[in-house]
Antibody, heavy 121, light 106 residues
Framework: QVQLQESGPGRVKPSETLSLTCAVS?????????WGWIRQPPGKGLEWFGT???????YYNPSLKSRVTISVDTSKNQFYLKLTSVTAADTAVYYC??????????????WGQGTMVTVPS | SYELTQAPSVSVSPGQTASITCSGD??????ACWYQQKPGQSPVLVIY???KRPSGIPERFSGSNSRNIATLTISGTQAMDEADYYC?????????FGGGTKLTVL
């Protein structure tokens, strides 16, 4: 059974860098799927950060691209999110998810439980 | 940048049909998918590629997409269907989500 589990600090100071890990179990990140990060501020909708393939190829949300780095470690079966220069506006639940690709048919069919990250104002 | 627009809320009586729409420029030329999110839970994919249901999703969930509007239809709505619903599409190498619709089953 495929499972995704996010981990990281629950609290990050303003101007610092947020680093999150998504551990994948029951499926190899090297297999034919892509892996993405999505966040949801409290009481608000979903926002896509980006998607990565095990080869390292990445696709980023243009509005966040200057602050975001997504990477993958196939030996650990994990992928990562780094968000620089955080502010209170980055307070959100952060999800990692699996997607079937980066084409018009793309959809996220498996999601982690999410991890709450707070940036104090 | 591409935008998807959803009504903030929709209400339906139990047993009736709920229709949740998502509008975007020439959305019918793209594929739309839909997620259900209940309070405190992660989103769940309920429709992909406009009208396909993942394994385990009840048949009462269906989807369509034409011209500028994608529609999620829930037939015989049940109390357990009360949730937020988000549409999503892909445009110019970017994933785009709609703002979400809160479905209330009265």
């Amino acid at each position: 059974q495929v499972q995704l589990q996010e981990s990281g600090p629950g609290r990050v100071k303003p101007s610092e860098t947020l680093s999150l890990t998504c551990a994948v179990s029951g499926y190899s990140v090297r297999s034919g799927y892509y892996w993405g990060w999505i966040r949801q501020p409290p009481g608000k909708g979903l926002e896509w950060f980006g998607t990565i393939h095990h080869s390292g190829r990445t696709y980023y949300n243009p509005s966040l691209k200057s602050r975001v780095t997504i990477s993958v470690d196939t030996s650990k079966n994990q992928f990562y999110l780094k968000l620089t220069s955080v502010t209170a506006a980055d307070t959100a639940v952060y999800y990692c998810a699996r997607t079937d690709g980066v084409t018009g048919t793309t959809a996220f069919d498996m999601w982690g439980q999410g991890t709450m990250v707070t940036v104090p104002s | 940048s591409y935008e998807l627009t959803q009504a903030p809320s929709v209400s339906v009586s139990p047993g009736q049909t709920a229709s949740i729409t998502c509008s975007g420029d020439k959305l019918g030329d793209k594929y739309a998918c839909w997620y259900q999110q209940k309070p405190g839970q992660s989103p769940v994919l309920v429709i992909y590629q406009d009208d396909k249901r993942p394994s385990g999703i009840p048949e009462r969930f269906s989807g369509s997409n034409s011209r500028n509007i994608a529609t999620l239809t829930i037939s015989g709505t049940q109390a357990m269907d009360e949730a937020d619903y988000y549409c999503q599409a892909w445009d110019s190498n970017t994933v785009v989500f709609g703002g979400g619709t809160k479905l209330t089953v009265l």
